[in-house]
């Protein structure tokens, strides 16, 4: 039986001081991040001002940007899913401080660049929560997040990417098919974006 350490939780603005201290090269390090995020677990209440929920899909609220790392909050609804994607050769890094969520990775089989076809396959399922944080594995990054319907809870997950990026490729399993999408932010530093 695997034993779990409990670490005392700190403000969130704990967490943005430690990875502006980092290095350049911690975010090439997925061991590094990791422990950072396993050893700082946030405190869900000095999350409050950048957390944002909405019935129809997840939010990616900013919490911070610079140039090495950006750091958002993601809200989810109960049995809410993201697409599968990729995250353009980031570095991505996961933690839940509030509730638990799973995460899907997948195996690219083929990839038609000129047609936009693909073909996948899942891998390991994980579970993450607050003493589980996850790493998204360079070298097989395509992925889905979700909130099982039959968890019946919220849940908030913080992710630093190691470098900002606007968009990704979303795949389609049913359909064999991927293609880029833009990515925006539903708040930034707590304020709503206008669209």
Not at 49 to 71: A, G, M, V
Not at 104 to 129: F, G, H, W
Not at 141 to 153: G, T, Y
Request: net charge negative; glycine share 4%; hydrophobic share 35%.
């Amino acid at each position: 039986m695997r034993q779990t350490m409990s670490f005392p939780r700190t403000p969130v603005g704990h967490l943005v001081h430690a990875l502006c201290a980092l290095p350049e090269h911690a975010f090439d390090e997925i061991e590094r991040i990791r422990e950072l995020l396993l050893t700082n677990p946030v405190d869900p209440e000095s999350l409050g001002p950048f957390l944002c929920w909405d019935e129809q899909h997840y939010t990616r609220n900013l919490i911070e940007k610079s140039p090495l790392f950006e750091l958002l909050a993601i809200c989810w609804e109960v049995g809410q899913v993201s697409s599968i994607h990729n995250h353009r050769d980031q570095y991505c890094w996961m933690a839940v401080p509030v509730g638990r969520l799973m995460v899907q990775n997948y195996r690219v089989i083929s990839k038609d660049i000129a047609n936009q076809r693909c073909r996948l396959e899942p891998t390991d399922l994980i579970e993450m929560n607050e003493q589980q944080p996850c790493a998204v594995d360079p070298a097989e990054p395509v992925h889905s997040v979700l909130n099982p319907r039959e968890w019946a809870e919220r849940a908030v997950s913080l992710h630093v990417y190691s470098r900002p990026f606007d968009s990704c490729e979303v795949y389609s399993i049913e359909q064999g098919t991927w293609r880029e999408i833009n990515l925006s932010y539903t708040t930034v530093k707590g304020t709503p974006v206008v669209k």
